[in-house]
């Protein structure tokens, strides 16, 4: 009987090319997403650091950035929202907001195994973008809610900080 190897934090950090941990399993992050994609994370990045500065809020807008759970899980989100104190280096802390735009490959991911992370580790607002579909479904504790994107969307960061997303220009 074989198992599967459990890889460690110190494993990735020796890994060359796109990876995710998640509980100890490898996950190639390759190749890149498609245009849709990337045209979404742009737009929402765009639309979130607009509001921080309007705001003078005391968060930073983070792309591609690692996010180290644990010693056997690191995820790469397509945008993430961290307050107060910044990173250096990785982020070993829980997000404000995850954002993931779902693509095919990795669809599943994204709305079982990344949401499951959000809620264990009480992540505040997880967003699933869907541009196939102009579809943004807001992840907050136990609840989800289908958010209309033609309506906007306010997010409270902490407590000084809440912007509001025009949710609509993000799949134009």
């Known amino acids: 009987m074989s198992t599967a190897p459990r890889y460690t934090l110190d494993d990735y950090n020796r890994w060359e090319g796109d990876w995710e941990l998640i509980d100890g399993v490898a996950v190639s992050t390759s190749p890149s997403p498609f245009g849709p994609h990337e045209r979404v994370v742009s737009r929402l990045s765009f639309e979130i650091l607009s509001q921080l500065k309007l705001r003078h809020c005391s968060c930073e807008v983070y792309t591609n950035l690692d996010w180290i759970v644990d010693n056997h ?36 991911r994204d709305l079982t ?5 959000c809620l264990e580790n009480d992540v505040p607002h997880y967003l ?45």
């Open 73 to 108: 899980t690191v995820i790469r989100l397509d945008l993430m929202v961290v307050c107060g104190e910044q990173p250096e280096r990785h982020l070993e802390r829980s997000p404000v907001v995850m954002v993931e735009v779902l693509s095919e490959s990795t669809r599943e």
């Open 128 to 172: 699933i973008l869907d541009p196939s579909d102009r579809s943004i479904l807001h992840v907050t504790g136990n609840d989800e809610v289908a958010v209309d994107a033609a309506q906007p969307l306010t997010l409270r960061l902490d407590d000084q900080c809440e912007i509001e997303l025009d949710c609509q220009k993000l799949f134009q």
């Open 113 to 117: 195994v990344k949401r499951t992370l």
